[in-house]
């Protein structure tokens, strides 16, 4: 059997293993990493794949003998392993990602003081909790996407809501710069709430404000068509997704009126990635103009172990570093974009055979 079938085989056992869609691509990106490194987490993080998939690959590397686990609970090739990847010519995952900005383009240091004031604000922010599906992202990451939303022309001015993703506190750091016109948060967790109201407060922000709201109930009718830019977080199931990005759709102005979110590949593959983009190119009606690869960088959430992504490592070892990365969409509304309002079913919400983190 060739090399090239060889890998088609493994990547046919693989996603009987771990039940999402596999291609001998993926095994190619798996072995590359473990050129580089040993822990799972890491793995996952080089391989760009949702947990499901990597640990179905991982475990049929340690099945058919390509690989096997140290003293040090670290995923090593076998002898066997390096004969494989010798023969197909495989390499170790180069890195090029600029240090300065992390590999979005836009150095969060630019605005040194918004940087500042966010560090200086959120010392005492709340900590992400499994019941809402939280994760937050490094502050350099906040602030970032604050001066991205600037370069595009999305901020100075503009009416701005932010929907159930302020764990990141988004929509904080965009108060705090003080350009937009209006910056309205809502959320399902009251904390978060809270805790932006009373830095509004404080400040003196006047044109900021912050309340409980849960999602999956249509949002109030005074809401509809009345912002510039909405910014969400959509849970990665097909239906979550498609409903979220309906919402925040529902409250844009007119055509031009543009939406960030991010989606990751750690619990969503790129079969579903195909399938997200033909809801928001076919099915909704807007374009997209930019997807950033890794810009959100998430800080690893104090329940990692008691979700289905640890339950499935082959290893139980803690990540190094940051391993859980999503890229950063945006979409902008053309004529004839469509809205929709009604309500988001509990049904399949979180989780699915690609999502894990929960």
Known sequence: MSTANKLIELAEKAREKGGVNLYKKNIEMVLSGLLITGNFWSIVDYAD?????????????????????????????????????????????????????????IPFYLDIELYRAFLQETKNRPKAIQDYDQGSVTPETTVSRVLFIDSRGDLQGKDIVVMGAEDDLTGLAIAL???????????????????????????????????????????????????????????????????????????LKDEGAVGYFGLTL??????????????????????????????NNYITWDYHKETK??????????????WYRSAWYRIEALPGFSRWNGVISDEDLYLDEEGSTT
């Open 49 to 105: 794949l949702p947990v499901p998939a990597a640990a179905g690959i991982v475990n049929t590397l340690l099945e058919e003998g390509y690989a096997f686990i140290d003293q040090n609970q670290d995923i090593r090739l076998t002898q066997k392993g390096y004969d494989l990847i010798k023969e197909y010519n495989i390499h170790p995952r180069k890195e090029y990602r600029c240090q300065a900005c992390e590999g979005r383009g």
């Open 177 to 251: 710069s003080r350009k937009a016109n209006s910056v309205t948060i809502i959320d399902i967790d009251k904390r978060s709430i809270d805790f932006d109201n009373e830095i509004f407060e404080r400040l003196g922000i006047k044109n900021a404000k912050a309340f409980v709201w849960d999602l999956r109930k249509p949002l109030p009718e005074d809401m509809l068509g009345k912002f510039d830019v909405f910014i969400t977080d959509p849970p990665e199931t097909i239906a979550a997704f498609s409903a979220f990005i309906k919402r925040g759709i529902s409250l």
């Open 266 to 295: 750690r619990d969503s593959s790129i079969y579903r990635w195909r399938e997200f983009q033909k809801i928001l190119t076919g099915e909704i009606g807007v374009a997209i103009t930019d997807i950033i690869q890794d810009f």
């Open 309 to 322: 992504a640890y339950e499935l490592a082959p290893v139980k070892k803690d990540p190094e570093g940051i």
